[in-house]
């Protein structure tokens, strides 16, 4: 017998219930909600459900608040984030070439999605979201499989558990505030590309995690600089190369990744152009080429550059160059993993405790302040050291140019 329908009237604008009664007799009744282009509809057991849940939805949409039907809020994170990793044109490079970067956005998501892939979107809320960046917070750092030997750079202390081997040594704030963010990031891009409404809330409750628990304080101590480039001339390979980045971190504030990016073309000699003059002179900076360029104000950056880095460039670093679309710093195809590699192996060889290679960029921008800062803004030094939060700034002065290479070049 063919299934009988029958229509009630709803005094919720744009609901709608229907009545079907099946072949055995069992009546289910669809709720049906639209309005302002948002739909959803839900079958329940008996008229009154179905009411109670048009009477909901309409206080959502008066309230401005997010609408998710019900088939949508069964999807588990293991179905978010694998239509995220697989679809989102952002990872599809990254997934072919099998490049995965254990706290890059594609590694993390991955760990997201194998860690609370059981997950219903139902059951994320802020007090889940929570639960979940504590547990990341007290989570001690995996040992991977490649790195079960020790190395003579890298003797941190390992501990098992569970029959793991782990290091002794919980995950950063900084990467906890990863998980957090890529946790956002895939729910809206499946809200975006599934045409449903993101539920914010729980990232309005639940603050992210800080960038770092604490201001990184580590400067170079007298006579580290030259020890450190005494320290390349241990290298087998590259040595003066590795001389000249060094160098060049120092004295141009830029990020590592950033650098290892630079073309010859990105180069402009002010001393060769209109102005003949080399205080003009500056390095441009894609957008694309800088840490976060997907974030809100991130901009193509021509960062001006001081006189010693100037002579650096045009008299030592110029040698290397073949044409203008060679990179300057060719000589690390693999990327700044390897270079961190070479660097550790030189603090160790020269006894330097603690020391990073974005040390280099910390030390580079707080000399900045010491020699220039008194004569710049704030917003002009952002042009040079790409920080798009002055608030981030502050940590290294509270200091104030008004043409920027010209007061470089004073």
Not at 46 to 62: P, Q
Request: hydrophobic share 30%.
């Amino acid at each position: 017998m063919a299934t009988k329908e029958k229509s009630i009237s709803s005094s919720v604008r744009g609901g709608t219930i229907t009545a079907r009664t099946g072949s055995k007799g069992v009546t289910k009744y669809q709720a049906r909600f639209e309005r302002d282009g948002k739909q959803v509809s839900e079958t329940f057991r008996s008229e009154e459900e179905a009411a109670i849940f048009l009477a909901d939805n309409a206080k959502k949409a008066e309230n401005n608040e997010p609408i998710v039907s019900s088939s949508i809020k069964k999807l588990t994170f293991e179905k978010i984030f694998t239509d995220y990793i697989e679809n989102n044109e952002l990872f599809k490079e990254l997934n072919e070439k099998g490049k995965v970067k254990r706290y890059g956005s594609l590694g993390v998501a991955k760990a997201i999605r194998d860690e609370i892939g059981s997950v219903p979107l139902s059951k994320f809320n802020s007090s889940n979201l929570e639960k979940y960046i504590n547990a990341k917070r007290n989570s001690y750092i995996k040992v991977p499989k490649r790195n079960k030997k020790s190395h003579k750079n890298f003797n941190a202390e390992k501990i098992k558990i569970n029959g793991v081997d782990y290091y002794n040594k919980k995950l950063t704030e900084g990467t906890v505030r990863k998980y957090y963010y890529e946790i956002k990031k895939g729910l809206m891009w499946h809200a975006k590309k599934h045409n449903y409404a993101f539920d914010n809330s729980p990232f309005f409750v639940v603050p992210a995690p800080t960038a770092w628990e604490s201001p990184k304080e580590r400067r170079l101590e007298p006579g580290e600089f030259e020890r450190l480039i005494d320290g390349c001339d241990g290298l087998y390979r590259n040595k003066e190369q590795t001389k000249l980045l060094i160098k060049f971190l120092v004295l141009s504030c830029f990020r590592v990744g950033e650098t290892l990016k630079i073309k010859w073309k990105d180069f402009y000699d002010g001393a060769k152009g209109r102005e003949k003059d080399p205080s003009s002179s500056f390095i441009l900076i894609p957008k694309a080429n800088q840490k976060g360029s997907h974030k809100k104000g991130i901009k193509d950056r021509k960062a001006a550059i001081r006189p010693e880095l100037y002579k650096l460039i045009t008299e030592e670093l110029i040698h290397y160059k073949k044409s203008d679309e060679d990179l300057m710093f060719p000589f690390w195809p693999s990327g700044p993993s390897y270079f961190y590699t070479r660097f550790k192996a030189i603090c160790v060889r020269m006894k330097i405790d603690k020391l990073t290679v974005h040390d280099l960029r910390h030390e580079a921008i707080s000399t900045l302040y010491e020699l220039y800062g008194g004569r710049m803004t704030d917003i002009q030094i952002s042009s040079i050291t790409g920080h798009v939060e002055l608030d981030t700034l502050k940590r290294y002065a509270n200091l104030r140019p008004s043409s920027i290479g010209q007061v470089l070049w004073s």
